[in-house]
Antibody, heavy 119, light 107 residues
Framework: EVHLVESGGGLVKPGGSLRLSCAAS????????MSWVRQAPGKGLEWVGR??????????DYAVPIEGRFTISRDDSKDTVYLQMNSLDSDDTGVYYC??????????WGQGTLVTVSS | DIQMTQSPSSLSASVGDRVTITCRAS??????LNWYQHKPGRAPKVLIY???SLQSGVPLRFSGSGSGTDFTLTISRLQPEDFATYYC?????????FGPGTRVEIK
């Protein structure tokens, strides 16, 4: 069974940075595409970005509001994907989920980690 | 970016009702359309992928249809555990946009 565990959320001031981690188990991580999805309070789901498998070059794609501020990376030796978030503002507040993409669908999800951007 | 819309934004229904939610893409996405169920405090769960394929373990009362730009999620007989928010998502091209969601509430 695939298990994803996010960590690293918390309170950060506007303009600050935060790095989220997502540790995976139960899968061949290096062959797996991983995405981040977020949900702002009272809002819907928003796809943040993804990193392809190492086999496919570990390339990244991002949502337009994210591009240039957030960076997704992976460490296959630790079965972990990261979301480095810079220049944070209040619109980035929300629950961040990591999720495994397989067959063009997001089948496995972590429990989410809360990020709060506030002064 | 491909824009996704859903209707209705919310609905009230009773246990046993048939419920239909529609999703429209701003351009053709073939059959690259997924449906998710999301309950407060829980992780989202994929119900339908590729427009009409039922994810393993999902009850048969859930079904999906459509192609191109117009899609439908149907719950044939609503159960108490089905009260949640439902999202469509296109997996045709990045960014993989979600619809705004449809909240299904108890009547």
């Amino acid at each position: 069974e695939v298990h994803l565990v996010e960590s690293g959320g918390g309170l950060v001031k506007p303009g600050g940075s935060l790095r989220l981690s997502c540790a995976a188990s139960g899968l061949i991580f290096s062959d797996t595409y991983m995405s981040w999805v977020r949900q702002a309070p009272g809002k819907g789901l928003e796809w943040v970005g993804r990193i392809s498998s190492t086999t496919d070059g570990a390339t990244t794609d991002y949502a337009v509001p994210i591009e240039g501020r957030f960076t997704i990376s992976r460490d296959d030796s630790k079965d972990t994907v990261y979301l480095q978030m810079n220049s944070l503002d209040s619109d980035d507040t929300g629950v961040y989920y990591c999720t495994r993409e397989a067959g063009r669908r997001w089948q496995s999800w972590g429990q989410g980690t809360l990020v709060t951007v506030s002064s | 970016d491909i824009q996704m819309t859903q209707s209705p934004s919310s609905l009230s229904a009773s246990v046993g009702d048939r419920v239909t939610i529609t999703c429209r893409a701003s351009q053709s996405i073939a059959r690259y359309l997924n449906w998710y169920q999301h309950k407060p405090g829980r992780a989202p769960k994929v119900l339908i992928y590729a427009a009409s394929s039922l994810q393993s373990g999902v009850p048969l009362r859930f079904s999906g249809s459509g192609s191109g730009t117009d899609f439908t999620l149907t719950i044939s007989r609503l159960q108490p555990e089905d009260f949640a928010t439902y999202y469509c998502q296109q997996s045709y091209t990045t960014p993989f946009t979600f619809g705004p969601g449809t909240r299904v509430e108890i009547k």
